[in-house]
């Protein structure tokens, strides 16, 4: 079971008309490296206002990542340790979607696989883009509720603590500074503001 929020429309400033997305044709692309999880070329590309130009661009599949709400109001946040983000940080369930993969199905076995957790309820909460200026890599956001615990299946690459933290008290970690992944901060906003004191 899945629900999708709803949300009023952001308004278009300074102009009557809705907004129209728009994506600059892709004229020529050259890979300069294509690896397990990123694929790095230049594009060709021309902008809105005529002018052409190479840009360096990743390509990445996407993800998915879970706020998991137990019935105590507690969240589970991963404790990870990042070589990439300098250490040990404290994240949301999340995971790289597969090809033609749903998102719905990529957070589901990502929760299982990391969390040790299933969900009866899910929620979508948004999808955002994380590092738009280089990166077209898109995280899908999900709240979980009424979980149920299996086995956790942790990746040989993966070094992960499971903990649960009360989600007020989560909050607090973030306004203070110890949560610094992007994702999981989002997750935490939009749970926050939308989804919280949701019952299914």
Known sequence: MIRRLKSAASPVYGSAKPRVAWRPPLNARRSLYRGRVVDLGMEAVCLPDGRTLELEVVRH?????????????EICLLRQYRHAGGGWLWE????????????????QRELEEEAGLRAVHWQALANVLTTPGFCDEAIHLFLARELHTVPVQHQEHECIEVHWFPFTAALAMAQRGEIRDAKTLLGLFYTATYGADHTP
């Open 61 to 73: 599949p996407g993800g998915a990542a879970v706020v998991a709400l137990n019935a105590q109001h």
């Open 92 to 107: 949301l369930p999340a995971g790289k979607l597969e090809p033609g993969e749903a998102a719905l199905t990529t957070a």
